[in-house]
């Protein structure tokens, strides 16, 4: 009887440590997976084949931009487009490491959609981003150099009016705001408000699109005032506006419209069609910054609202890497998941 115990003393032990002996390697096993950045099994109850072989820390996402070289591009232009190339860019660059975008300041002068265009005829930039259309002149220009410019739309903006938040007038009438550019209008008593000079802010002519846009379309290609004063950023303009009880500025309206310090003004054909460029009921200083006003997004896009214009990416034809690169950025903004991204920057969606 001894030895019978005996005999399975020794059976039980051997399988203990044949047990432990397995156990360990698979230890070791697992262990030796992570430490090399891959899983050998998943660990999930569902049928999840993806998991095999997958670094731990891959991201759900990949890169599906179709036709998106690989390289570093230069590109630049606007300064309209900056929330875009804070928020949206980044999300490109983050999906697809391959493809990186460095933002090129032109060797002289402010940067503008006519800097990022002059940059891109002269062959400083893969392609650009504007607030405005390609001139004619620009056009012929490339064509001398051997190719041409294509502009593709990707965004809807609006022009938004800054005022004093103490000025008291319902809107302006386009046709009033021309004749304030251009020094025909210089009281706000004119206009039905107090008897208050009007006090005119500008970024100059060689800024960029957004003037360009403005002179094009809203002064008709008349030249600006004398009672125009020229600033350098938009940012200087609102502080001069909020110390000034006549100032006046325009720009695009995610820089105006969400300002604490100032008030956007509602724009009309006629002064019977006034709409605002924010969302009503307009949000009062006093609940601001914890409360912002937000775009009229639905009358931008409409066309209710009076001014509005498009933003683009102005793309080199010309058959090579540049032109893939601009075309493939601009398709990729294009999509549902950028165009979200675009309307969170503070613009329009286009489609």
Not at 2 to 17: D, G, P, R, V
Not at 19 to 35: K, S, T, V
Not at 193 to 210: C, D, F, H, M, W
Not at 229 to 245: D, F, L, Q
Request: charged share 15%; glycine share 8%; hydrophobic share 35%.
């Amino acid at each position: 009887m001894s030895q019978k115990n005996e005999t399975l003393s020794l059976f039980l032990a051997a399988i203990i440590t044949i047990g432990l002996i397995f156990g360990g390697l698979w230890f070791l096993m697992e262990r030796w997976a992570q430490l090399n950045g891959t899983v050998t099994k998943t660990s999930t109850g569902g049928n999840n084949d993806n998991a095999i072989n997958q670094p731990v820390n891959q991201p759900v996402k990949k890169c599906d931009v179709a036709n998106l070289p690989e390289g570093t591009f230069n590109y630049g232009g606007s300064t309209t487009w900056a929330p875009i190339r804070k928020d949206v860019d980044s999300a490109l660059e983050s999906l697809c490491p391959q493809f990186t975008l460095r933002y090129t300041q032109p060797p002289s002068g402010q940067p503008g959609s006519g800097t990022g265009i002059r940059m891109l005829i002269d062959n400083q930039l893969a392609f650009s981003q504007s607030s405005r259309s390609v001139k004619a002149e620009e056009n012929a220009e490339a064509k001398q150099k051997g190719f041409s410019l294509k502009e593709i739309p990707v965004a809807i903006d609006g022009i938004a009016i800054a005022v004093n938040l103490n000025l008291n007038i319902p809107g302006l009438t386009i046709a009033q705001l021309k004749d304030i550019y251009t020094g025909k209008i210089t009281n706000w008593q004119q206009l039905g408000g107090q008897n208050l000079p009007i006090t005119v802010y500008s970024r100059s002519k060689e800024a960029g699109g957004t003037v360009d846009f403005f002179v094009e379309n809203i002064l008709n290609k008349e030249n600006f005032g004398n009672n125009v004063n020229y600033i350098s950023t938009t940012t200087e303009a609102v502080r001069k506006v909020a110390a000034s009880p006549g100032g006046i500025y325009y720009a695009s309206a995610p820089e105006v419209v969400p300002q604490c310090i100032i008030k956007s003004l509602p724009l009309g054909r006629t002064s019977a069609q006034f709409v605002p460029p924010y969302q009503e009921p307009l949000v009062p200083q006093s609940q601001c910054p914890n409360k912002r006003n937000h775009l009229n997004s639905q009358a931008f896009r409409s066309g209710d609202y009076a001014i509005t214009r498009n933003l683009f990416v102005i793309v080199k034809q010309n058959g090579q890497t540049d032109q893939q690169a601009g075309e493939a950025y601009a398709n990729w903004l294009l999509t549902p998941q950028s165009q979200e991204l675009i309307e969170k920057a503070g613009f329009v969606r286009i489609k």
